[in-house]
């Protein structure tokens, strides 16, 4: 196609409709709107960052590499996160773009670490838990210093420390930034790659001080503007960037999903299964159970934590209580083996997410999918429709590990969350709202100076990102196969 260089910058939750609202403040990505090309990146399902970016890498959606992992802000440390990078290590596009003989700058790739070698140099970090730093080739680097921040993202902001969170978030993008532009221009890559995390993080702890709309905002506060600013933050970095382009190179921006305001409340799914008979809860029929006393109190101390601003605590006490994962899940009071059918723990507490069914239990599984989605799809909350809509997951997804994903998908109206709790009311406040204010959306963004459509697929998913980038370089998709890449200690 004759086209130079290419950037691609990488920024983790940046919202198309957000985006869009404020695209008069954004001068830099205006300008690619008019000029370019600009349009929503539909994300995988669920939209969540690990499975997300790891398809936009390989080009496979989360059924083919296998990986649906997804972010617990409030989970314990080191249990946080674990993924396996054998799934897409040297499958990556960048790998497959240097091992067509394009040398590459790959920087804070999402999720890729330990980092491996490639055709130029790989820079990252461990996310969410403290590591060392790595990079794969010293002589790209030539004396530049590597940001501390790169990776390790491992402080989470408590409502004291929420002014120093924000002002350390716009200082390490910053940095970050500087870091990948002395690198762009020293070495002068074919594809330089470079992900921001931030936005992301940022948008997660400060929706509710941001938006109006949200039922738990504070009103005029200090912070209020913070997501605007970031994002005109991100414009300028952008437009940095944009100025080191040559006639002939290219610019592509992209997210791995959209943000706004996450579920205000819980669908406590399992509870309505429990009623109609398909989750056995371990109380039933119990004058006393120890079991239902603790799903109470883990209920009510929830509850009586969100009414007293409390928030900041639930993290601390989720990693000093024993179990407290299998607490959430109500795996304390019902065994997956006694039920019928029950919601998945795939996902979240957000709308979107899954329920399994126990074949050994019913004698016509397809009859009885059926059935429950017939079921479930009229549900309402005060003549309001919960679900926004339900699949069987071979009319999404078809393979290899389509069996990691539960029997039925579907989606709630935005205002609800997957929740597990047994014996409450089916609809019930989320109460780490306050804490985690800001969630997933579908829709993240694709910015181009390109203004040629012919690799551009339609609709547009962080899936054929893959294709597009191999299409830049005159690389067809079936050429892929990637040379055996070895990890760097």
Known sequence: MGYGRLILLGIDGMDFDYTKSILNKLPNLSRLDKAGVFRPLRSVFPPDSIPAWITCYTGEDPSEHGVLESVNYLAKGDGRLKVDTSSFQGKTFWDVIGNHGRRVCVINPFIAYPIWQVNGVMVNGPVFIDGRIQHSNPAWLGGITIPKSLGGIVDFPTQKTMVHFVEKTFSDTREQSEFG??????????????????????QHFLWRYCDPGDPTYPGENDLQDSIELFYILIDSIIGEYIQLLGADDHIIIISDHGHGMRCTHCYNINEEL????????MAEGKIFSRQLLVEKLKNSVLNFMNEHNLEDYISVIGKIVPNAQKLKKGKHITKESNNIAYASDFT?????????????????????????ME??????????PVFLWLKKREDMFTGKHLDRYPDILFCLKPKYGVNWNLHTKTVTINPTHKKISGGHKENGIFFTTLSQNQFMEDPLTIENMFTVLLKYFDIESEERSPKNSSEVS
């Open 274 to 281: 429990r009623k109609r008979g398909y989750v056995k809860s």
């Open 375 to 384: 079921e479930l799809v009229i549900l309402s909350d005060n003549g309001n």
């Open 348 to 372: 979240g507490t957000n709308p979107f997410g899954g329920i399994c069914i126990n074949r050994s239990k019913i004698s016509d599984y397809e009859q009885f999918r059926s059935q429950l």
């Open 181 to 202: 532009i002395k690198m762009l221009k020293k070495n002068c890559p074919d594809l330089f790659f470079q992900t921001f995390l931030t936005m992301d993080r940022l």
